[in-house]
DNA sequence: AGGTATGTTTCGGTCTGTGGGACACAGTAT
DNA sequence: ATACTGTGTCCCACAGACCGAAACATACCT
């Protein structure tokens, strides 16, 4: 997949260790021969990759953190001037947000100075379930990725299939009532969605197809910030 | 080294990116040869836990992140209730350190009430040249890591040699005039130092040779927080 | 123009990583 | 008490994944 299997093997451990697993389970998450699971998870354990608490289950160890801290995140970096940019040319609050399993991440966000104006803090966790930047983010995942979470979504497949056509997502009251949003994805450079960069505000001053309006800006924004 | 080859490179290069490195430095860093890091770095980059910047420079990726944030920190999380009751045992403020290249960073800290204190605030960052959690987080390291440090060190080699002989260590005012301190090593399960516990006070509570007071305390609190 | 440094790619060969199976232990069912 | 199943750990013969020298491309310096 990367060209070097022992890596995808030991990033597909390390992604199933998140929220904890026993062998057992490790071997079923990964479907890795149980020897090749329990031989890489124990050298990444021996690198700190993974730690094993006194249950014999493997958990993200120390290391990640170190190594993901060491230097500032790159776009976060980049997303500072471009939130307040976006905010600017638009005159609504901008966000940034990340994936989180069903749940995306405000990791960033300029927010429009005065007047009506949707107020997301840093730190926020929101659903997965509804909003534009759900969309952004869900679009160009695989459909197994998906088809668990469709049936508590506000919106369909066919919404995804449309947010991939045009490159952007809208959304009029479904995260909350009152509030419209746009959204573009922010890629990497193999391509993968792996942020999404929103503007939203009041219905009011958005109107009920706020993408006629903002989805440009948002779209250049996304663009600027991929391939960091 | 684990075991496992690949991994074992792709450790190194991802330490070797934390400041961020061209395909030239990486090379001078790993002294892999140059076909090797080039696609073992790209393999990284697939998997973002290296990203590219404009200029060609490998950083830390966000995955990293994404990993490590996923779920809480063992240690820190069994910290807690340690370093409490290690304040209440020896009726001195107790920290817990990490190393951090050539300085160390307070991520947990129990302050004793009242009174004449020692304060090391949770996010503090300290030399790694003088204290006796700087000696704990050097001693088991290899001399090729120390020696470019001894220099500036307010302690010797033999100093670090009697740490490793007696398991711990003590200081007295070489961070600070007046503060003395014992530290004790929290070691992983492959018995590596990754922190360093700390209590630390006025000398004219602890004395000139605080071990002899606290030593074991401190040792006992390590050893439980050990293997995590 | 020539030399050097850096980045990227190829591909034959070697040695690393694979994973079936054995073993030990714990838990469960009868 | 016994048998069976599930889980974790380890071994080692062998297949193929990874290695890395070499070639090539590009940029930079003199």
Redesign the pocket.
Known sequence: MS?????D?AVVILAACVDGA???EL?DRTK?????A???A?ALEIHRLLVRDAQ?RWRPGPRLGELANAAPDVLLTAAEPMLTALRDATGESAQLYLRRADERLCVAAAERASGLRDTVPIGSVLPMTAGSAAQVLLAWEPPEAVMPLLPRCKFTGRTLAEVRRRGWAQSVAEREAGVASVSAPIRDRTGRVIAAISVSGPIERLGRRPGDRHAMAVVRAGQRLSGL
Request: aromatic share 0%; net charge positive.
């Open positions: 060209g070097v299997g022992v890596l093997k026993s062998l057992a071997v890795l021969p149980r020897a090749t329990h031989r890489l124990q014999g």
